[in-house]
């Protein structure tokens, strides 16, 4: 995004990510988990990911942490390419990239007290700091994500709320001085009076320079958050662009049947055609959408040819062949 | 009036004493009425559908009346409620993906759970086709197991089980919170069809989405910490809530079109307490920006306008100076 002339600094930057699961007995079989997604993420921005459960949505969060590999194509971070980093400089970039995930109370060990996962940071990436300055350290990234030191330190997960578990995590990001957050889904377990604080200090965080990858399945969550929004359906990017616009005037057909089937407490549900999800079929090289949409006059380019994603209007990308010719 | 429910007063026991989570629920539903509930978790919204149902240990059954069809269930006793069961009031439980049985194909295990009721399957099913052409289900998933089914066939599968013997009230507990948005609409709306269809009289959706209740439910009543707060017709609840807590949860809700940079919502302070000792008198007492002394009484459940239920004593005093 051009800003008055000023190119911002591209943080992190996904070229042609594809994610190939072997399946079927003998893994005879390929399930494209993600299919050449391509994207970029600046300085203090926040994106949304957003989609359907199976979109995919995930598995780019877990590429973009090295927590799975990456089939082909590149994810650069600062200008280096992260897929084939070891040892030292994989812990470097960990030191700069962390991630929350869905569900607090799996995330602790049970059997030991919640603040161990800070122990475990100084461990791994701290040994030379002294203790006083680590508690001190502690303190101040618990108070950064609203947490009282004195009520949640030394306390067994059982014993904290969702909500504090939750923060409790970010706070262990914060610990690190990092620059990207991978946060997936990490307001869905939690209850609607405590999800609003989570979500503002994200917005916060962002205030301060971090830059988020937001992954939901929650469009108001993720319209009142981010900057920027994908639309992932099936593992392909069908949409994308500034949020105002993707919102306010969808184009690509699966993303308008999405808007219309959110359940909103400003508008009552329209009398939509409604496509239930299709069964997961063959993939074909034709449009990813192909079997559920109800736009497209099933033209033969739809069925064998995969559209790519083209600019429809300024920041606003779409891949869908509607829009493909004349647009 | 199809369900009346009288100071329904549940608990848990525990090894460290009673956890008070139904504290005299008193409320109506009418026939053919949707009647969302909603509250975070932990609040009793659970704990009030399972007792009108089955009311199993560590549930406890303190005192109160339920009456259905103005007969009266024995919601305490687990073998009497055997006839009332699944014929007169039956539930779509929370993870009804799991509901069914993995070792059955679908068919057999419904035939056995109708003759266990003492229903023919042979003389059920033409309707139960009929219904499952009403969810889009092939009639060949009475030959499949379910886990040939995806996640949101199985919920469907399971709505038509649950209202087959066309009960009188319907509990769905959580039956859209694992769902995709677009199998979270045709759910929901399944569920107005069958009481337009007059499959079933009257349905109680249980969940924490209130924008779910918002698209399909006809009154909304909101708990908190096991106490009722408020009941009132949908557009009331979402529109021109009264009680202090419904009226924090709804504006917290982010809605589309709302972003932080422009409108910065705000959460509830503090947390929900603690039932095994809970605070005497309003449990939303702490946390109320509107907290005056008289509230460590129990504030009643009062109609202060007509169907529009509130449990507040800053509401009632309001309502008196008006």
């Known amino acids: 995004m051009l800003l008055a002339g000023r190119c911002l600094k591209k943080m992190l930057k996904l070229e042609n990510v594809s994610k190939v699961y072997k399946v079927g007995t003998f893994g005879g079989k390929e399930l494209h988990a993600v299919s050449n997604v391509s994207f970029d993420i600046e300085d203090g921005e926040v994106v949304s990911l957003i989609g359907e459960s199976g979109s995919g949505k995930s598995t780019i969060g877990k590429m973009i942490l090295r927590l799975i590999s990456i089939s082909s194509g590149a994810i650069s971070f600062n200008g280096i390419d992260i897929s084939n980093l070891k040892g030292g400089a994989l812990k470097e970039y960990y030191r700069s990239v962390q991630g929350v995930f869905q569900d607090p109370f799996s995330s602790y060990n049970p059997i030991f007290k919640a603040d161990r996962v800070f122990r475990i940071i100084r461990e791994e990436f701290f040994p030379e700091i002294t203790a006083s300055e680590w508690n001190d350290k502690v303190e101040r990234s618990l108070r950064a994500v609203g947490l009282n030191p004195g009520d949640v330190l030394d306390k067994f997960p059982h014993q904290l709320s969702g909500g504090q578990l939750q923060r409790f995590l970010i706070a262990r990001a914060l610990l690190l001085d990092i620059q990207f957050l991978v946060a997936d889904e990490i307001i869905s377990m939690l209850d609607a009076s405590t999800r609003i604080d989570v979500l503002n200090l994200l917005a916060d965080l962002k205030s301060r320079g971090l830059s988020i990858l937001f992954i939901t399945h929650d469009l108001s969550l993720g319209y009142y958050i981010s900057e920027r929004a994908l639309m992932l359906y099936r593992g392909c990017v069908v949409e994308m662009g500034a949020t105002e616009k993707l919102y306010d005037n969808p184009l690509h057909p699966y993303t308008r049947m999405l808007m219309a089937s959110v359940p909103r407490l400003d508008k009552k549900w329209e009398e939509v055609e409604l496509e239930l999800k299709a069964e997961q079929a063959e993939v074909t090289s034709g449009c990813v959408y192909f079997e559920r949409c109800s736009e497209a006059e099933k033209s033969e380019s739809c069925e064998g040819h995969r559209p790519p994603l083209i600019e429809a209007e300024s920041d606003h990308f779409v891949a869908c062949s509607c829009y493909a010719e004349g647009g | ?322």
């Open chain 2, 1 to 322: 009036m199809s369900l009346q429910v009288e100071n329904l007063t549940v608990y848990y026991q525990t090894l460290r004493g009673d956890v008070r989570a139904l504290e005299s629920a008193t409320f109506t539903v009418a026939d053919g009425e949707i009647m969302g509930l909603a509250g975070e978790s932990g609040c009793g919204k659970t704990t009030l559908g399972h007792s009108l149902i089955r009311l199993t240990p560590p549930m406890r059954f303190v005192e109160g009346s339920v009456t259905l069809d103005n007969e009266e269930l024995p919601v305490w006793d687990m073998g009497r409620m055997n006839d009332f069961r699944f014929k007169k009031i039956s539930i779509i439980p929370q993870y009804a993906m799991n509901a069914m049985n993995p070792t059955r194909k679908i068919g057999k295990m419904t035939s056995e759970l109708l003759e266990s009721r003492k229903v023919s399957f042979k003389t059920t099913l033409p309707e139960l086709k009929r219904r499952l052409d009403l969810v889009k289900l092939s009639h060949d998933v009475l030959n499949m197991y379910p886990i040939e089914l995806s996640g949101g066939m199985k919920q469907r599968m399971v709505m038509v089980l649950s209202a087959l013997l066309d009960p009188s009230l319907l509990i769905a507990d959580e039956i859209t919170s694992a769902l995709d948005v677009s199998s979270q609409k045709a759910v929901a709306e399944m569920l107005v069809e069958f009481r337009d269809r007059e499959f079933v009289k009257s349905v109680i959706v249980i969940t924490h989405d209130i924008s779910i209740l918002y698209q399909i439910a006809d009154s909304i009543m909101i708990m908190y910490a096991g106490q009722l707060a408020e009941k009132a017709f949908t557009e009331v609840i979402i529109h021109a809530p009264r009680h202090p807590y419904t009226k924090l949860l709804i504006s917290s809700l982010p809605k589309v079109g709302v972003k932080y940079s422009e409108k910065r919502l705000t959460g509830i302070p503090g947390n929900p307490p603690l039932l095994l000792d809970p605070p005497i008198g309003c449990r939303f007492r702490d946390r109320c920006p509107l907290a005056f002394d008289k509230c460590v009484e129990v504030p009643p459940f009062i109609e202060i306008e007509k169907d529009h239920f509130v449990a507040c004593w800053k509401v009632f005093e309001e309502n008196a100076q008006a």
